[in-house]
């Protein structure tokens, strides 16, 4: 059974940096399969996407984010982490990480982390 | 970047109501399109992949159709534990969500 699992600090100060890791269980991000994504919901809005990367370090992500982004991935963890700067309250969300979409088909995101809160403020 | 519309943003239902939501591409997408149910708090489960399969699990009145630029989900009888909230998802070109469909009781 493929699990994720996201971790980091519930609460980040304005304009510091959001750095959030997700543990992948049941599969491995180097099987090259799929893209390992990250999504976020802020409170009462819909699902926005941010980005995914490859198990290479290839990376896409939402151009409304992308100057203040970066991903990366640890192969021998079976980990991908996310990383935004510069914070604002507008960022405050759950973040959630899932795996897909697929490299050989597009089939959308079939397991999802349970997600985590990330509050910023002072 | 692909736009996903979906409508309507919320309804209200019955149990054992025919429910029908549509998601619109603002270009063609094949068939790469996911529908995802959201209870409150917590995270989104995948219902419906490649426009029309339904994912292991996932009970028989779900249903999915269309392909290119017009998507539907139906849930054929409503039942309680149905109210939720339903995404859909294209991942032809980077990924995209429609904004969302509240399914409330009448």
């Known amino acids: 059974q493929v699990q994720l699992l996201e971790s980091g600090p519930g609460l980040v100060k304005p304009s510091q940096t959001l750095s959030l890791t997700c543990t992948v269980s049941g599969d491995s991000i180097s099987s090259g399969d799929h893209f390992w994504s990250w999504i976020r919901q802020p409170p009462g809005k819909g699902l926005e996407p941010i980005g995914y990367?490859?198990?290479?370090?290839?990376?896409h992500s939402n151009p409304s984010l992308r100057s203040r982004l970066g991903m990366s991935v640890d192969t021998s963890k079976n980990q991908f982490s996310l990383q935004l700067r510069s914070v604002t309250a507008e960022d405050t969300a759950v973040y959630y990480c899932a795996r897909g979409p697929g490299i050989a088909a597009r089939w959308g995101l079939h397991y999802w982390g349970q997600g985590i809160l990330v509050t910023v403020s002072s | 970047a692909i736009q996903m519309t979906q409508s309507p943003s919320s309804l209200s239902a019955s149990v054992g109501d025919r429910v029908t939501i549509t998601c619109r591409a603002s270009e063609a997408i094949r068939n790469n399109l996911s529908w995802y149910q959201q209870k409150p708090g917590k995270a989104p489960k995948l219902l419906i992949y490649a426009a029309s399969t339904l994912q292991s699990g996932v009970p028989s009145r779900f249903s999915g159709s269309g392909s290119d630029t017009s998507f539907t989900l139906t849930i054929s009888s409503l039942q309680p534990e149905d109210f939720a909230t339903y995404y859909c998802l294209q991942d032809y070109n980077y990924f995209t969500f429609g904004g969302g469909t509240k399914v409330e009781m009448k």
């Open positions: 990367i490859y198990y290479s370090g290839n990376s």
